[in-house]
């Protein structure tokens, strides 16, 4: 038997008398309840957790048609006087009511998720000078994946900061900024151990330029017909 969704939210809230006010560490993974408070230790950070109902299922238990949101924790964030908030979350929820989160910096974002962590900052930026704020180019970077379209001159650099250690990071940085700032020369950076990646950048900037003068810097190969695709681009 299938249930409207106001009875599933009864069943389902916690009462106020079970919320808990918790003090937490920097990346400190902690279990919610929604009614709970859950602050940074030392800091005016807080996040308060409550309930998003989602919208109405069309055939409840059977097919909630396209575009339906199920119920959600709900997340409302104080972060003091502070223009710029120096924290995000990384959110887990397990049920419409529970889940785990952790509080976040830059600093903590370099070790935990990067990608992800780093792009919840981004969320709360609404033009790329949001990412220059950061000091880590890993940050930048990740940051940026909001702002494809951007092309500052002093990024031009970025890819050859990032560290090495993280595979094919700054290969594919090089692909990204070839095509971000429309230059070929970015695909010369890839070392002759990464052949198919310089040869895969050269076929995306002769599609891009329109220039089909680039398919005679691709490496003939067995492994990949980028060669006969570029020769193949129309003029």
């Not at 279990?31 to 069309?58: E, H, Q, R």
């Not at 120096?86 to 959110?91: D, F, G, I, R, S």
Request: charged share 25%.
């Amino acid at each position: 038997m299938a249930f409207p969704l106001f009875f599933f939210l009864l069943i389902t809230s916690i009462p106020s008398s079970f919320a808990k006010n918790q003090i937490v560490e920097l990346s400190q993974n902690v279990v919610f309840n929604s009614g709970d408070t859950i602050t940074l230790k030392d800091s005016v950070f807080s996040v308060k957790i409550g309930s998003n109902p989602g919208t109405n299922c069309a055939v409840p238990g059977f097919n909630c048609g396209s575009g339906y949101m199920p119920p959600t924790p709900s997340y409302n964030i104080n972060c003091g006087q502070q223009k710029d908030c120096p924290y995000v979350l990384m959110t887990d929820h397990k049920t419409a009511t529970t889940g785990t989160l952790s509080i976040e910096d830059e600093k903590s974002c370099e070790n935990k998720d990067p990608p992800n962590c780093f792009y919840q900052f981004a969320r709360n930026f609404s033009t790329d000078e949001g990412c220059m704020k950061f000091k880590s180019p890993s940050g930048r970077y990740y940051c940026l994946k909001k702002f494809e379209s951007s092309a500052r001159s002093e990024n031009r650099s970025l890819c050859d900061q990032l560290p090495e250690s993280v595979y094919a990071l700054r290969w594919n940085c090089y692909y990204e900024h070839a095509i971000r700032y429309r230059d070929a020369s970015f695909c010369d950076k890839y070392p002759k151990s990464e052949n198919s990646g310089r040869d895969r950048c050269l076929l995306k900037m002769a599609e891009i330029l329109h220039d089909q003068s680039l398919c005679k810097k691709i490496s003939e190969s067995k492994e990949h017909s980028y060669i006969e695709q570029c020769r193949n681009l129309k003029k």
